[in-house]
């Protein structure tokens, strides 16, 4: 596919990514033993996230980024309302522009319970277009995170560990309440 067409379909190719993402995560959860996952999709995108995903006693919502491996992108923008909630995080994933598969994430949150690191001092975005005067407004909710500001990871085994305290070496079961125990 060219550069071109993923940037005319962007949207289309987002929303792809999203799907490999879910479907990714499942299958590996359902590998681990682990089958009481819920996935929920945000109908508005104006709370900060696109996917809320609760797993071992675990509510985090996700929201997901998505570059190809030769992007020059040094940025992400965030929504300060993804701050407020109690487990927020954000997920950018480096792809293949061939073939869509995830090359590595990149990571910016903190652990299962605990909110995204302090945001405050990111810089506020502007909007990408002028109006007819040719100034660009600040967009006041949202903040520009630096690239910088990701840890990477390169695989889900790393992205399931950060969401949910689950290492990729544990042996689990569940016990009679859905919760995720190494034995």
């Not at 998505?66 to 997920?91: E, F, W, Y």
């Amino acid at each position: 596919m060219t550069s071109t067409a993923h940037n005319d379909q962007s949207s289309f190719r987002e929303k792809v990514l999203e799907h490999l993402f879910v479907a990714d995560l499942l299958r590996y959860l359902w590998q681990r033993g682990i089958t009481d996952a819920e996935i929920l999709t945000a109908e508005v995108d104006n709370a900060g996230y696109d996917l809320v995903v609760d797993c071992n006693q675990k509510i985090r919502h996700i929201q997901l980024k998505a570059s190809h491996i030769d992007s020059t992108t040094a940025q992400q923008k965030l929504n300060v309302r993804l701050a407020k909630k109690p487990s927020g995080c954000m997920i950018w994933m480096v792809f293949d522009t061939r073939t869509l598969a995830i090359a590595k994430y990149l990571w910016f949150g903190n652990g299962p319970g605990s909110p995204l690191p302090d945001i405050s001092n990111f810089r506020t975005a502007k909007h990408s277009k002028a109006n007819a005067y040719g100034h660009k407004a600040e967009r006041p909710n949202i903040r520009v995170v630096p690239r910088a500001q990701f840890d990477t990871l390169n695989t889900l085994a790393e992205i399931v560990d950060r969401l949910f305290g689950i290492p990729d070496n544990a042996q689990l079961s569940q016990n009679g309440t859905g919760t995720i125990i190494a034995t």
